[in-house]
């Protein structure tokens, strides 16, 4: 009863239907721009940018994931990686959060921000955006100094 392409008003969640348009113009957008200049731009201060960026796309990717498997569409290019061997180091989700500075971490009760050493920000969970609010300020007060 949706029809993604045109008036998303007759769906109960049109929203989401908008929502993705406006992802997809955003994207669309973003790509256009030099690769090289958004580059110097996050590496001057503003690697929030780059912490949104990844937790949108996470957020993205498990909607895809669960959409795409309760609807059994299969992707050609999903189809095509199960084929290819996969060689993921066991430890390699560690090694990669040691080499990111500050992020967030999603848990079972929300999201916390965690330093570059692990150590979390806060003693209660917060959400996603306040966790992102949380590392957009101690990147500020870390590039006053």
Known sequence: MHNVGGNDARTQNYM???NLKTIHHAVGELLK???TRVDSMLSDGH???????STSADDVEEVYHFLTGVTGHVDSDTAYNSQQPQF???DF???LK?????????TE???FAITETGRRLS???KSKKDALKQLAAIEISMNKK
Request: hydrophobic share 40%.
């Open 16 to 18: 989401f239907f908008q």
């Open 33 to 35: 721009m030099d690769p």
């Open 47 to 53: 690697a929030w940018a780059v912490d949104h960026i």
């Open 88 to 90: 993921v180091p066991a």
């Open 93 to 95: 989700k560690n090694h």
């Open 98 to 106: 040691q080499m990111m500075g500050e992020r967030i971490e999603k």
């Open 109 to 111: 009760t929300g999201y």
């Open 123 to 125: 003693k209660t969970p």
